[in-house]
C-alpha cells in the first residue's frame, strides 16, 4: 500500500496530506492505509496486539492534545482529523534485544501510530517506527524481530496477511 502512496505521489494524485519526503519510503517509518474507519482499524489493531499475547500499555490521543494545546500556542492548522499512538512491548522480544545490546532499550515500548488527515478523512493511515538494526548479529537480527512483530501486527489488523 505505502508503494502506491509513492506512485500516486509521484504523480501528483495526492495533495496537502503528505510531505515529498513522504514520496518514498523512509528508513525510519513504514506507512500502510485503509478506508475501513478509524475505530474499526484501531479496534482491530488493539486485536492483533493480543492476538500476540502483548497487553497495550497506554493510548495517546495525540490529535486531541495538539488541539488542546494548540490554542495556547495561537496555533491554527488542524493536523490531524484523529491521531492516537498505541504503546506495548513484548517481554520476550524485548530481552533479547536487550540482551543481545543494554543500548537497545530504545525500541521499547513499541508504539504503533493510527491517524487521519483532515482533508481525507476517510483514509486512516497506520504506522510504526522502524527499528534500524545495528551492532552485533545478535542485535541485528532482535532487532528485525521487532519489526517483524509491529508488521505483524498491522498487517493483521489490516487483513494483509
Do not use: W
Not at 500476540?52 to 492534545?65: C, E, K, R, Y
Amino acid at each position: 500500500m505505502t508503494r502506491i502512496i509513492a506512485l500516486a505521489l509521484s504523480f501528483g494524485l495526492l495533495s496537502g496530506g503528505l510531505s515529498p519526503a513522504m514520496a518514498a519510503e523512509p528508513d525510519h517509518l513504514k506507512l500502510y492505509t485503509s478506508k475501513r474507519g478509524f475505530d474499526t482499524v484501531k479496534e482491530d489493531l488493539q486485536i492483533a496486539i493480543t492476538n500476540h499475547g502483548l497487553v497495550l500499555d497506554h493510548t495517546s490521543h495525540i490529535s486531541a492534545m495538539l488541539d488542546r494545546t494548540g490554542k495556547d500556542l495561537g496555533a491554527s492548522k488542524t493536523i490531524y482529523g484523529k491521531a492516537e499512538s498505541l504503546q506495548f512491548c513484548s517481554a520476550s522480544v524485548s530481552r533479547r534485544n536487550m540482551e543481545a545490546d543494554p543500548s537497545n532499550i530504545i525500541f521499547c515500548p513499541y508504539i504503533i501510530v493510527i491517524y487521519t488527515l483532515p482533508q481525507d478523512p476517510k483514509m486512516v493511515y497506520v504506522g510504526y517506527r522502524r527499528p534500524i538494526p545495528a551492532g552485533s548479529e545478535a542485535s541485528r537480527a532482535s532487532t528485525k524481530a521487532i519489526e517483524d512483530l509491529l508488521d505483524g501486527i498491522v498487517k493483521e489488523a489490516l487483513n494483509l496477511k
